[in-house]
T-cell receptor, first 116, second 116 residues
Framework: AQSVAQPEDQVNVAEGNPLTVKCTYS??????LFWYVQYPNRGLQFLLK??????LVKGSYGFEAEFNKSQTSFHLKKPSALVSDSALYFC??????????????FGRGTSLIVHP | DAGVTQSPTHLIKTRGQQVTLRCSPK?????VSWYQQALGQGPQFIFQ???????QRGNFPDRFSGHQFPNYSSELNVNALLLGDSALYLC???????????????FGPGTRLTVL
């Protein structure tokens, strides 16, 4: 079975400071990992994904994420936060050992609030 | 490019009624997935359609059914509505290919369903 956890319901950061939104996962095989962002009254927007290769993945809007297999984590980071980054962030995982299943599991989401 | 579009944006129904939600995928996308997002939760996978057939299904009862048309647009039908069906229903499309979830998904703005 696959699962994903976002341990923080809310993250507060001052504009200009670095931000981290945490995600840990559990899979039987190797993970495919995704980060999405959701603005109020909008659908989810894709930020970045890890399939294989370099552990540091760069995505949209200056976001990046680091895949850490030993810690089963895929934390989202940005060097300098903007007020406009305030939104709901979702981590998702799909287990490659899922027998051809295309079903992703999403975390509960982390609300990022960037203060001016 | 209009992106993924969904209709209607809001819907209010009473228990026991039936509802149909509609989705048009992003141009060039052939795979459509449906998700249910309850308040304060991450999206939960309902099912995915590819080549007009249901390819994968999440843990949802048979009251939830769908269809994909030759132009790749899709419908989600829910029968015998329950109060617990109140949620934001998201449609997501994926680029051409067999691995709909390997590729990033493009989400529509969702349909907010309220069951009274």
């Amino acid at each position: 079975a696959q699962s994903v956890a976002q341990p923080e319901d809310q993250v507060n950061v001052a504009e200009g400071n670095p931000l981290t939104v945490k995600c840990t996962y559990s899979v039987s095989g190797n993970p495919y990992l995704f980060w999405y962002v959701q603005y109020p009254n909008r659908g989810l927007q894709f930020l970045l994904k890890y399939i294989t290769g370099d552990n540091l993945v760069k995505g949209s809007y200056g976001f990046e994420a680091e895949f850490n297999k030993s810690q089963t984590s895929f934390h989202l980071k940005k060097p300098s936060a903007l007020v406009s980054d305030s939104a709901l962030y979702f981590c998702a995982v799909r287990d490659t050992a899922s027998g051809g299943s295309y079903i992703p599991t999403f975390g509960r989401g982390t609300s990022l609030i960037v203060h001016p | 490019d209009a992106g993924v579009t969904q209709s209607p944006t809001h819907l209010i129904k009473t228990r026991g009624q039936q509802v149909t939600l509609r989705c048009s995928p992003k141009s060039g996308h052939d795979t459509v997935s449906w998700y249910q997002q309850a308040l304060g939760q991450g999206p939960q996978f309902i099912f995915q359609y590819y080549e007009e057939e249901e390819r994968q299904r999440g843990n949802f009862p048979d009251r939830f059914s769908g269809h994909q048309f030759p132009n790749y647009s899709s419908e989600l039908n829910v029968n015998a509505l329950l109060l617990g069906d109140s949620a934001l229903y998201l449609c997501a499309s994926s680029p051409v290919g067999a691995s709909g979830v390997l590729n990033e998904q493009f989400f529509g703005p969702g349909t907010r369903l309220t069951v009274l």
